[in-house]
């Protein structure tokens, strides 16, 4: 039988040896996990770190594509800045130059005036001078209408009396005279009177223009020129008559019809100066108000 003593004790060695073995076991459990914590806090610092590295590389994608855009954005602005400056230079240069063939119209246009007050008037003693005179302006102010009145009534009158001058037959030869005695100069007898009748319907046409009759005046022009085609007065005052009717196509053919049948009429290119300069032609006027100029200066010389 075994001591009871020795039992006890051995009892207690086995019981201090299993709460060695149970403390060691406990001992190398916490160490597992204090290594399954150190670990895990390992991974989780990688992860993180792994995290914010691709973080990192992500951002600037869109910081660089927002200053791309911005960039791209401020070249644009700049350069429809560039056009529209362009476009206002442009402008602006265009301003300027039609000001300054404004201002040189202008110019031309008060020399020739000058020139023309101070030249002396030409054919001031012929019949039509003083009905109505190729250089003096055509279209004349400032005239009374009344005194217009008591022109064209005149002038009436005097066409009807060449008009039966023209139609009265001739009278019968007186006994003992020869055909060759009574016989009137054919050439006088056929020119003068259309001449006169001429210069009588200028005039009236010319009145009628002042009473702003312009039709009336026209169809005496019109009269004029069926009997001389290239009456370079009648189509000058023509011209005037069609531009007090608005018709100005008309107007500018009649007035080269009258240059082209008298070169020297500086009237008539002031005229279509005139009338082109209205209508904004100003390139065709500039050119005739020159014209004029170098009439002029033939004129005088």
């Known amino acids: 039988m075994p001591i009871p003593g020795k039992v006890g004790e051995t009892n207690t060695q086995d019981t201090l040896r299993a709460y060695l073995q149970l403390q060691e076991q406990l001992h190398a459990t916490q160490l597992a996990i204090q290594r399954n914590r150190d670990e895990d806090a390992a991974a989780a610092a990688e992860s993180v770190k792994a995290i914010a590295n691709r973080l990192e590389g992500i951002e600037p994608a869109p910081t660089l594509q927002r200053a791309q855009d911005l960039e791209a954005m401020q070249s644009s602005n700049r350069a429809i800045l560039f056009v529209a ?14 000001a300054y063939f404004q201002w040189r119209n202008i110019n031309r246009l008060a020399e020739v005036s000058a020139a023309l007050s101070a030249a002396p008037a030409k054919d001031s003693g012929s019949p039509v001078a003083a009905l109505g005179a ?3 302006p055509v279209v004349t102010f400032g005239l009374v209408e009344q005194s217009s009145q008591r022109l064209l009534g005149a002038l009436e009158q005097l066409e009807k009396r060449i008009y039966q001058l023209e139609h009265t037959p001739n009278p019968p030869l ?14 006088p007898a056929a020119v003068a ?4 009748r001429i210069a009588v319907l200028l005039g009236k046409g010319q009145s009628l223009l002042n009473l702003d009759q312009a039709q ?3 169809a005496c022009f019109d009269r004029v020129l069926a009997l001389d085609s290239n009456h370079a007065e009648a189509l000058l005052k023509k011209g005037a008559a069609l531009e007090r009717l608005r018709m100005l196509d008309e107007a500018i053919t009649c007035y ?10 500086t009237v008539a290119y002031l005229c279509k100066g005139g009338l082109l300069n209205r209508i904004e032609r100003f390139g065709e006027a500039l050119e005739c108000y020159e014209q004029a100029l170098r009439t002029q200066e033939e ?3």
């Open 174 to 187: 007186p006994k003992g005279a020869s055909l060759a005695q009574a016989a009137p100069a054919p050439a």
């Open 134 to 136: 190729r250089d003096a």
């Open 256 to 265: 080269d019809q009258a240059i082209a049948a008298d070169g020297s009429m």
């Open 193 to 196: 009177p259309v001449g006169v």
């Open 85 to 98: 400056g362009l476009f206002a230079a442009l402008a602006l240069l265009t301003m300027l130059c039609m």
């Open 299 to 301: 004129g005088r010389g």
């Open 216 to 218: 009336e005046a026209l």
